[in-house]
């Protein structure tokens, strides 16, 4: 089994389908379809250190 996980900030909401078509779009491979975030970032770094321990 194997799933993917996409993390990506936004200013406002989003609906379910809108949010489905990012991620489909981002598993796919696409770039450009968020704006990059240094939220983001900083949580993809914390989750590394969380699991070298």
Known sequence: MSYDLAFWYESG???????????????DGESGVTAESPRVAEFYRDVQKAIRI
């Open 13 to 27: 909401s989003l609906d379910a389908a809108a949010a489905y078509q990012k991620y489909d779009a981002m598993t």
